[in-house]
C-alpha cells in the first residue's frame, strides 16, 4: 500500500471542546472536536489519520468493545460509525434535531445510545440502523449517556446536572437525581459495574451511586470550588477516579475513599475530556486549546503532548509578479512563500489573532494586511529581512487599498475615510447613509463601491466624495464585492446568489445561483472573463459573459477562508484552515498544497505523493503513515522528496516533474 506523508496534526480552531477516548487494546486514541476525528498513536504520540464525514465538528467520540469501529456524535445532529482502521464511514444515523453530545455503546456492541442538545437520549440498533427507543424526560440538553457494563443501565445527564437511570431493556426511567444550575459532571459506570459516577450536588461535590441500591454511597470532592464543572471515569480496575476540570488539573483519586492520591500539572487550559486506557497505563486529558497530553498512571509524568503543528490558514494572496504568495496565520502570524525557490522565506510577527484580508501593492513591494482592528504595512524590498514600515489603526469593519497604494480607504459605521498610506492623513471623509459593511476601489482608483446594511451598494467619487451611481434591489445581505479588471462590472455576492452590475448604469445584468451557503468572497479572473465565488465549503467559476458555472473546487479538508488567482490567471490559490492548496484554473485539478508547520518548518505536497520541504525533506514535523503503522520521514525519502517542487510547478516546468516521476 502507498504510503501517505502525515503532517503533524491537531485538532484546528481557537477555543473549543476537544473530547478523547482510549481504544480497547490501549493502543490508539481517538480524539474529537473541530475537524473531525483524529487517530494517534498511543507510543510514537504521532496522528494516523483523519476520519471525516463532512466539515461537521464533532463532539463525542467512543470506540466499540472490539475496538473495531469508532462512533462519533456530531454538530450535524447525526451520529457516524467509523471503520477504525481504515477511517471509512461506514454509517450516519439520524433523528437528533440538533447537536448530538455524547454517544457510548452497549458492551455487547450491538447498541449504541446516543444524547443530544433536543434533550432526548436515543437507543440505536447498530446492525439494521434502526431507531429501537426514544428515551424522553430531561427537560435540558443532554450532556452525556454511559451504558452500565452489564447492559442493564443507561444513564444520561443533562446542562443542569439532572441524571436520569433507565432500564436499557424496557426504556422506563427507574430514577431521577436533581441537580442544580452552573454545575456539572459526566456519568459513567465504574469497570466492575457496582458504581456510578452521576452528578454533583451544591457543595461542588460528585455524588457516586451504587448500580445496585440506586443510593448514594460517597461524595467525592473535585478541587477548587470555585472552579464547577469536571470530567471523570473511572481506572480499568475501578479502583481509582480520573478527574479534570476548569482549574487545569487532573486528579487521581481513591475510589473507595474519596482521597486525592494524584495531581497531574501541565495543561494551560480548562480540561474538556479525560480517558483511562483500559490496561491502567496511561491516562488521557484534552483542553479547550485543543492540547491532548497522555500521562503514564505509574509515575505521573506526562510522555507525549499531543498538538497541531499546522498553520491555521486564514487568507492568502499573491504579489502581482507572482514571486511571493502570503498566507495569513491563525495566533498572530503572516507566512510568506517564494515561488521561485519553492520555499517558505519568512514568517513576520503580526499583533492581531484573525487576519480579514491580505492584498500586494501593484509593485509587490508592499503587503498589507487587513483585520477588524488595524491595518499593517509591510516593505518586501528592504534587504532579506520584511519589516513592519508603518501601522495605521482604526475602529472599522471594512478596508480597500487604492491601485496604486497610496491611500486606504476604511469604512467606520455611516463614514468612509480615505487616509493617506505615507502620512496616515486622513484625506477624504465620505458621509454614507446606512452602515458600511464592504469597501473596493474601482481598478482605475476613481471610485470607490460601498456596500451597506440595507442592501445598496453606492459609487463614489474617490477625489471628490461625489455619489455617482447607486445599485439597488439586492434580495438580501451584501457579503462579498468586488470591481471586474476592466474597471466595467461589479458582482456582489449575497446568500447563494452572485449578481454582476453594469457600473455605468447600475443595471444588474445577470444573477447566478448555485452556491451552498453565503458567499464569503468573490474575485473576477485577470482578463475579467471568468468570477471565482468562496463559501465556507466550495469554491464555484463562473462564466461572467453567460453566468454558467463551469467549475466547482469542493474537496477540501477544512473549511475554506480565501480564494484568489494568479495574477496570470494560470492557478487558482484557495486557502482552507489546514493549507494553501494550488489548481490548474484551466482543468480545476489540484497541483500541490502548502503547509505551513512550527518554527518555520514548512512542506509541500503534491497529489501523486511528491513532497518538498524544510530541512531538506526531513522536517520533524513530517512522518509517513501506512494503516495503522507509522514511519520517519527519512523511510520513503528517496523515493518521493522532489526539491523545489513549488518553483517548478509555477514556473511551468511539469516536463520535469515528469521525467523525475517517471
Known sequence: MKPTLVPQKGHRGFYGECVVACSPDGRFIASGGSGGILIWDVATGWCLRTLRRNKSDVFSVAYSPKGNFIASGNWDHTVTIWDATTGECLKTLKGHDHFVSSVTYSPDGNIIASGGWDNTVRVWDVATERCMKVLEGHKESIESVAYSPDNRLIASNDIHNNVRIWDASTGKCRKILKGNTGDGCNVVFSPDGRRLISSKDRSNTVRILSTESLKIVLNLGCGDKERHYCFVTYSHDSRHIISGGLDGIVRVWNADSGVCVRTLEGHESFITSVACSPDGCFIASADTLNVIRIWDIATGNCVHVLEGSKDQVTSVAISPNGRFIASGVWEKNLRIWDTEAGTSSRI?????????????????????????????????????????????????????????????????????????????????????????????????????????????????????????????????????????????????????????????????????????????????????????????????????????????????????????????????????????????AATGTFQAGLIGLKDNHWVVTAPDGRYDSSDAGESPYLRWTVLDESYPVTQFKDQYYTPNLLGKYCMGKTSELSNQNG
Not at 459609487?459 to 439586492?474: M, P, R, S, V, Y
Open 348 to 584: 513576520l510577527g503580526w499583533n492581531a489573532e484573525y487576519n480579514d484580508s491580505l492584498a500586494y501593492s501593484p509593485d509587490s513591494r508592499f503587503l498589507f494586511a487587513v483585520n477588524r482592528d488595524k491595518v499593517q504595512i509591510w516593505d518586501t524590498f528592504i534587504g532579506k529581512d520584511l519589516r513592519s514600515v508603518k501601522r495605521l489603526e482604526f475602529d472599522k469593519s471594512s478596508a480597500a487599498i487604492s491601485p496604486d497604494s497610496s491611500n486606504i480607504a476604511v469604512a467606520e459605521n455611516k463614514t468612509v475615510r480615505v487616509h493617506n498610506v505615507g502620512s496616515g492623513e486622513n484625506v477624504l471623509t465620505i458621509i454614507h447613509q446606512e452602515g458600511v459593511k464592504l469597501l473596493a476601489y474601482s481598478p482605475n482608483g476613481l471610485h470607490i463601491a460601498a456596500a451597506d446594511v440595507l442592501r445598496k451598494v453606492r459609487i463614489w467619487d474617490a477625489a471628490t466624495g461625489e455619489c455617482l451611481c447607486t445599485l439597488e434591489e439586492h434580495e438580501g445581505t451584501i457579503f462579498s464585492l468586488a470591481y471586474s479588471p476592466c474597471g466595467n462590472y461589479i458582482a456582489t455576492g449575497i446568500h447563494k446568489l452572485l449578481s454582476v452590475w453594469d457600473v455605468t448604469s447600475g443595471e444588474c445584468l445577470r444573477s447566478m445561483k448555485g452556491q451552498e451557503s453565503y458567499i464569503a468572497s468573490i474575485m473576477f479572473s485577470p482578463d475579467s472573463r471568468y468570477i471565482l465565488s468562496e463559501d465556507s465549503d466550495s469554491v464555484r467559476v463562473w462564466d461572467a459573459a453567460t453566468g454558467e458555472c463551469v467549475r466547482i473546487l469542493d474537496e477540501f479538508g477544512s473549511q475554506i477562508s480565501s480564494a484568489t488567482y494568479s495574477p496570470d490567471g494560470r492557478f487558482i490559490l484557495v486557502a482552507d484552515y489546514e493549507s494553501v492548496r494550488f489548481y490548474d
